[in-house]
């Protein structure tokens, strides 16, 4: 008789059916009884199923994709380029109009081009910030678009700068702000920006929130509504950049006062970028393709497309292609590893599996049931070639520190799975102690902190221990991932998640519950905005993709789980951002001169 293919000297007193459900009640599993080589035994492994739909991105479409829009096509982009740099000239000694134009830049997507002149800038208005300028005296929306920029870029303006806008009594905004829209936009927007304990900006957010909420209902203005509705829905500063940057172009075409070169610039180099990020999408799915993971282990998510999505949103500039094409590896191996503890395997292959990523030697494969070989054998060789790159073209080996982040990534499984199957229920705090590591952040940005710095062992070795804006990014991951899962997750068997565990804890409802996880969401922000203001060791640019990945998290699971039930709303912002380039309509021949 033939061994089952999934047979290992594991189970060697028995063969073993090898069965998967989807927990429906009135299922009965059938127990199949068979001779072993050394005795009989009656044994059924019941394995759960995510009822996973498969990809709705094929590899032939990607590999179809092509692009018209790039640098050596479109050399009308290089002198756009340089006629934006005229107009940040033209605005040189006009505080206001300088800001003005650097948040432009920024939401228009194009500001990456001029970082250098743009931290000049703000730099020069930080060391005035504090002296009695007219140009913002007394002008709410002017002082919210200073601190926010400033705040932003990681200068540690004070709040205090909001007190001139407070009652005589200063106990509360005064209210003929109302009047001000603009202002409140700007206050509302300023006050995400917020640190543990400034309670002016904590005002602030609850002042802006209540007026713009009930201005927005009986605004008669479209697309003035339409600017509100999207703040309320999500601040500017937790937002997916490319994806606010694909809105924004649409919404500042309308604008009255809008700069037609502006405009065209953001639209030739989203589209320049577009084509870049469609390249790096062509190589991740032929190297998805080539594991033969989505074909071998058919009870995972399949959705590369998906992975990939979450790189642009977490570094979409041109030069960082090495950080999207490896960090879509990362994703999926992340995706298909996470499937094999929660959905397939037993509490016994989870161990072995666990064992062999500890001990990092292929030897330990020969253990392991052939679907887990697969899978191991892809993280092993993916993160190895990723530690080869590193070391030959930055000089560092980063190896055992990669090989740390994944180790504690699984034990982390592996302490859910025994939670599973044993029926215990974490508190809300075991659980967050736990989960910031298992949803993955720290694997995530271990790898970015390589791929996009130039790392050293005094920065590796601080890694060990995960610094605060890892922790504190990966557990905004955490909890935007369990408001957005959790429903399906309980119905298909799981764990609880922080939801459940703060209703087992306090006896509160689910709403009240998830109220208080979107309250943990905030104070998190707090803590990551504190790291971003008080930073002096690690490279911004790291720090950017630390808050991407949490404004990511918050893109993806806005509506549901965009991860894993890939072809709603996700659908619609994988073809924005990655499929439908934009219509360039040429306003700069016509127009040459705007400021």
């Not at 080589?37 to 990607?62: L, S, V």
């Not at 707090?526 to 002096?536: G, Q, Y």
């Not at 890939?566 to 951002?577: A, D, F, I, P, Y």
Request: hydrophobic fraction near 40%; include cysteine; aromatic fraction near 12%.
């Amino acid at each position: 008789m033939a061994l089952h293919p999934f047979f290992t000297s594991f189970h060697m007193s028995c063969f073993i059916e090898r069965v998967s459900f989807n927990l429906n009640p009135s299922y009965v599993p059938r127990t199949i009884k068979i001779i072993g080589a050394a005795r009989m035994c009656d044994q059924t492994i019941i394995r759960r199923t995510g009822n996973y739909q498969p990809p709705i991105w094929k590899h032939e479409f990607i590999q179809s994709l092509r692009s018209k829009f790039t640098e050596e096509t479109y050399v009308g982009w290089f002198k756009l380029k340089g006629e934006v740099k005229v107009i940040m000239d033209k605005v040189i000694g006009d505080s206001l109009k300088q800001l003005e134009l650097i948040d432009i830049l920024q939401r228009l997507g194009i500001s990456y081009h001029f970082e250098n002149e743009i931290k000049d800038v703000l730099k020069t208005i930080y060391e005035k910030s504090y002296e009695n300028d007219d140009w913002k005296n007394n002008n709410l929306y002017a002082t919210s678009l200073e601190f926010r920029l400033l705040r932003q870029h990681g200068f540690n303006l004070s709040q205090d700068v909001f007190n001139n806008f407070f009652t005589d009594e200063m106990k509360s905004f005064n209210p003929h702000l109302y009047d001000d829209l603009s202002g409140m936009l700007g206050l509302y927007e300023a006050s995400f920006l917020c640190i543990e304990g400034e309670n002016i900006l904590e005002k602030a957010k609850h002042f802006t929130i209540k007026h713009l909420e009930k201005y927005m209902r009986s605004c008669k203005d479209e697309n003035e509504a339409a600017i509100i509705r999207h703040a309320l829905e999500l601040p500017l500063h937790w937002r997916m950049p490319r994806l606010e940057t694909r809105w924004f172009i649409d919404i500042y075409e309308k604008k009255v006062d809008m700069n037609p070169m502006l405009l065209e610039f953001a639209k030739l180099d989203f589209n320049r970028v577009q084509s870049i990020h469609q390249r790096d999408l062509k190589y991740a799915s032929s190297w998805w393709r080539s594991t033969g993971l989505g074909e071998k282990l058919s009870f995972a998510r399949d959705r590369l497309t998906e992975n990939f999505f979450w790189t642009v949103g977490v570094g979409f500039e041109p030069e960082l292609s090495y950080f999207r094409r490896m960090t879509t590896k990362v994703n999926a191996l992340i995706t298909t590893i996470d499937d094999v503890y929660d959905v397939y395997g037993t509490l016994d292959e989870l161990q072995l599996f666990t064992d062999a990523v500890e001990r990092w030697d292929v030897a330990a494969v020969d253990q392991l049931p052939d679907y887990m070989k697969i899978c191991f054998l892809a993280l092993h060789n993916s993160v190895n070639e990723m530690g080869f790159d590193v070391l030959r073209d930055k000089g560092i080996n980063v190896i055992q520190y990669l090989k740390k982040a994944w180790i504690d990534l699984c034990k982390t499984y592996m302490l859910e799975a025994k939670w599973y199957h044993t029926g215990y229920k974490p508190t809300l705090e075991e659980y967050l102690d736990n989960g910031w590591i298992s949803i993955s952040g720290p694997v995530i940005l271990v790898h970015a902190y390589v791929f996009v710095t130039s790392p050293t062992i005094k920065d590796m070795e601080s890694f060990k221990q995960y610094i605060d804006v890892i922790r504190w990014s990966s557990t905004i991951l955490r909890l935007a991932d369990d408001l957005g899962t959790s429903s399906d997750e309980l119905k298909r068997g799981d764990v609880p998640k922080s939801i459940q565990c703060y209703m087992n804890d306090t006896g509160a409802s689910e709403n009240k519950a998830r109220e208080h996880i979107k309250h943990l969401i905030v104070e998190a922000w707090k803590k990551l905005n504190k790291v971003e203001v008080e930073n002096s060791i690690f490279p911004q640019v790291f720090i950017e993709r630390a808050k991407n990945l949490a404004r990511m998290a918050q893109c993806m699971y806005q509506y549901g789980d965009g991860h894993g039930i890939g072809h709603q709303e996700t659908k619609v912002r994988v073809m924005s951002l990655l499929i439908q380039p934009f219509y360039i309509r040429s306003y700069s021949e016509k127009l040459p001169n705007f400021i």
